[in-house]
DNA sequence: CCGGGCCGTTGACGTAGATCAAAGCGCTTC
DNA sequence: GAAGCGCTTTGATCTACGTCAACGGCCCGG
């Protein structure tokens, strides 16, 4: 149940030049809304966190002592009931925030889809930091706030799409993702197996794997090599996504 | 699709005493968190403002020209897909936020539930007084963090929970809030009817009615009068929402 | 006191998606 | 290159919940 980080690797005492300057991630990332001086009083409470494919980032219940920005791999956050069943709550890019918690323990366990690097920030620390970088403050609930709207869409797509609505929701989702974070938008990769997507989407992964074929088989999808999707028919797509 | 407020109402213009120093509201508000000064400054920029039942605040895609606060009454927050289905995403009590929008527009309608009075500000005067009060950023940021940790619960819900795990979940949600605005929290009232309860769990209006009759037989929970509903066994209540 | 909506409840039946089961298809390992 | 493992796909069947339909209680106006 405790937090496993393959921490120390790739840890290193910041030479002469602070490291965030130069990071590729960090116009999408809190880090975007500061200046050189402030990012380097943000630096230094900073650590370089890497997690290999499959490891544990942190665990639902654990003390929230940390929080974290990703830099490069795929994250995914889920939620469990007691008997086993997972609900994945969203898949986390270079340049997402993880960690925010109110009580004092973390609701969500993070896990690492691929090989990731995370920068980990000290909870207290940060918030006092924080405190005094109102534009930090800002950016954060600029992030918050996009969240929550995500959050309603993926409640909207629960509760009232179905199963080729959802997965059509899924593709263009990962492609206006991807997107903006200047990546190409069209033959989007899953880095992430069936099973998560079925339980982020609340499906299984028979189900999943029918509804592709589908996809594949009315011309609106191709399955390329290396877990890449191209997008045939992106008009089809978006209007199977709002139901029709 | 234009906002139809019974703007006007309920206005007036603020005499030699500051209104929202009595507000019973405030502890629980986004406004809880200022002296009074600044509460002082808030209050200026805000209008009273009053909604029937059935009445609509603000409606998706419309320009966000307003942020709203609630002091009275329950509101309901949903989504439409384009053939009409419909997802509530939130119910809305007093000392609850409503209007936060990335872009410039809603993402999504709210009406009034029962007779409500709200609390509200134009958004761009309200961000401005925001970057001067890092109080109330904080507030909100705080305010924001709970209702992301929320919707995290009801994307659990809606993609692995059953209907009786559902409605148990919800009878206890809303019980839970109930207290936490120092309300009784156990006979329970529950001011939206079968459709809206639906339309928040993702299900039909006859499954949810069957789903309270089933409660009802195994004396789990009693319907009393005035749209009131005991929570008979608590304890029951709780492993049904976890599933068992 | 009577008639007509509007909810909520109950019943009969249908179906999207779950479950169970097995086969295909890269991988890695030796 | 054979064996083995994990993941995906496909097929057959089952079921929780949706859909369709009818009914009953409650309120409200006449």
Same mark, same amino acid.
């Given at each position: 149940?405790?937090?496993?980080?393959?921490?120390?690797?790739?840890?290193?005492? #910041?030479?002469?030049?602070?490291?965030?300057? %130069?990071?590729?991630?960090?116009?999408?990332?809190?880090?975007?809304?500061?200046? $050189?001086?402030?990012?380097?009083?943000?630096?230094? #409470?900073?650590?370089?966190?890497?997690?290999?494919?499959?490891?544990?980032?942190?665990?639902?219940?654990?003390?929230?002592?940390?929080?974290?920005? &990703? *830099?490069?791999?795929?994250?995914?956050?889920?939620?469990?009931? $007691?008997?086993? =069943? =997972?609900?994945?709550?969203?898949?986390?890019?270079?340049?997402?925030?993880?960690?925010?918690?109110?009580?004092?323990?973390? %609701?969500?366990?993070?896990?690492?889809?691929?090989?990731?690097?995370?920068?980990?920030?000290?909870?207290?620390?940060?918030?006092?930091?924080?405190?005094?970088?109102?534009?930090?403050?800002?950016?954060?609930?600029?992030?918050?706030?996009?969240? #929550?709207?995500? %959050?309603?869409?993926? &409640? #909207?797509?629960?509760?009232?799409?179905?199963?080729?609505?959802? &997965?059509?929701?899924?593709?263009?989702?990962?492609?206006?993702?991807?997107? =903006?974070?200047?990546?190409?938008?069209?033959?989007?990769?899953?880095?992430?197996? =069936?099973?998560?997507? %079925?339980?982020?989407?609340?499906?299984?992964?028979?189900?999943?794997?029918?509804?592709?074929?589908?996809?594949?088989?009315?011309? *609106?999808?191709?399955?390329?090599?290396?877990?890449?999707?191209?997008?045939?028919?992106?008009?089809?797509?978006?209007?199977?996504?709002?139901?029709?």
């Amino acid at each position: 149940m405790a937090t496993h980080i393959t921490a120390g690797r790739g840890t290193r005492p #910041l030479p002469d030049e602070n490291p965030c300057v %130069a990071c590729e991630v960090r116009e999408f990332a809190v880090c975007g809304a500061l200046d $050189p001086e402030e990012l380097a009083q943000l630096s230094a #409470l900073m650590t370089q966190v890497m997690v290999e494919a499959q490891g544990t980032v942190l665990c639902e219940g654990d003390p929230a002592t940390f929080l974290f920005n &990703i *830099v490069e791999g795929t994250i995914r956050v889920h939620k469990l009931l $007691p008997d086993g =069943r =997972r609900q994945i709550t969203g898949f986390l890019y270079p340049g997402d925030f993880l960690g925010l918690a109110v009580h004092d323990s973390y %609701a969500y366990s993070a896990e690492a889809i691929t090989d990731s690097r995370l920068c980990r920030f000290p909870r207290d620390d940060f918030y006092t930091l924080m405190r005094q970088m109102p534009r930090l403050e800002q950016r954060l609930l600029g992030m918050a706030s996009n969240e #929550l709207i995500e %959050a309603q869409d993926q &409640i #909207l797509l629960l509760g009232r799409k179905t199963a080729q609505e959802k &997965i059509a929701s899924f593709f263009l989702m990962i492609s206006r993702r991807a997107a =903006r974070r200047g990546q190409p938008e069209n033959p989007i990769h899953l880095p992430m197996g =069936r099973t998560d997507i %079925a339980d982020f989407l609340g499906l299984t992964t028979e189900t999943v794997s029918r509804t592709f074929t589908q996809l594949k088989t009315s011309h *609106v999808i191709r399955l390329l090599e290396n877990s890449q999707v191209l997008l045939a028919d992106q008009g089809a797509l978006s209007s199977i996504a709002q139901g029709q």
